[in-house]
Structures are given as C-alpha cells and as structure tokens.
C-alpha cells in the first residue's frame, strides 16, 4: 500500500483531529496539471520536467519545491489560472470538509452549538457556558492633609476570592479603565 493511500497514518489512535483529506492547493493543482498534461500535450504552459525518482535523496524536497514555485509563479495562460483558481477552490472545500467532520463526533467537537446537538441525542440539554461576574466597591483612602484623593484605576485590577470550602480561588479582573474618587466613598450600592 502506497504512503498517499495509506489514510490511517492521518487518524491514528489517540489524535485529537481527524484528517480526512490528503493535500493542499498545490498539489491539487500539481495533480491537475499532470492530468491535463497527458490530455492536451500541445498546451505548453502544462508541460514541465517530470518529477524525480523518489530513490534520489534529495528528489522530495527539490519536487516540493518546484510544485510550490509552480503555484505561486505567475504565468500569461488564461486555461493555468483558471486550473489555480480550481485547486485553490477544492482546498478551500475540502478543509471544510475536514471542519464538519470533525465536528460531528463529541471527542473532536470545538463549536459550543456543535457539541450541544450531539449530546442533545442523549437527552441532555446543556446551558452554555457564561463568565462569572461580581459587584466591587473601591474604597479610597483620604489624601494628605484632608485633599481628597482621586484618580484613574487602570485595566486589570486582579481581586481573588477564595471558596469557605477550600475550593480553588477565583480571580476577577477589570476590564476597563475606571474613575476613582474618594467623595464616592460613601455612596452605597
């Protein structure tokens, strides 16, 4: 069995993806080419120097890097852009592929409403997740000299609570930049 067919060296045991689709815009497009090659062998613009015998050390990498040159390089033949612009398309397609596949087992799911259709199978309706959120009062201290202490309390302000239960602690961060005043010291919520 060839490495190209071989499908399972992409969805081994334990991996956190599966990978159904074997290639990319270039080699789409180098495969593409090759066919309509042998098709058409008067269209110059397809024919190009075989690839190498793989039992050269260096063949792989020198074949690599033709094929990507082939696909970035810029050519005057209306037919090679359209056959870029088709492998370009199916790579697009098949990520996608790849995407919706994944998402429709629980172990490879990333999508909060993906994962909630499958375990809805089993009649169980999950909420989704939200953040935590608290209520604080800044208590500023008197300035100098009876002055009255203001000022701008910066973004990321970390306060900590920790659980009566020993649970882990949980830390609440400002997310924005707050105005401070100490004449506020006495307003209560």
């Known amino acids: 069995m060839s490495d190209r ?3 399972t060296r992409w969805n081994r045991a334990g991996l956190s993806r599966f990978r159904y689709v074997d290639g990319n815009a270039v080699t789409y497009l180098e495969a593409l080419r090759e066919t309509l090659a042998e098709q058409f062998p008067q269209w110059n613009a397809l ?3 075989p690839p190498p015998e793989a039992d050269e050390p260096h063949a792989n990498s020198e074949y690599l890097r033709r094929i990507q040159a082939q696909y970035h390089g810029e050519r005057q033949d209306y037919g090679w852009e359209i056959a870029r612009s088709f492998a370009r398309a199916c790579h697009v397609l098949t990520e996608h ?3 919706y596949a994944n998402e ?3 172990g490879t799911a990333t999508q909060w409403d993906n994962v909630r259709r499958i375990v809805e199978m089993l009649d169980y309706h999950p909420a989704p997740p939200a953040s935590a959120s608290t209520a604080l009062a800044l208590v500023l201290k ?3 000299a009876g002055t009255v202490a203001a000022g701008t309390v910066a973004a990321g302000l970390q306060f900590k609570y920790t659980p009566p239960e020993g649970g882990a602690p949980v830390i609440f961060e400002t997310l924005e930049d707050l105005e401070a ?3 506020l010291n006495d307003l209560r919520p």
Request: glycine share 6%; hydrophobic share 45%.
């Open 5 to 7: 067919k071989d499908l």
């Open 47 to 49: 024919q190009v120097t």
């Open 97 to 99: 592929l790849d995407a």
């Open 104 to 106: 429709a087992y629980l």
């Open 142 to 144: 008197e300035g100098a």
């Open 181 to 183: 005043d100490a004449q």
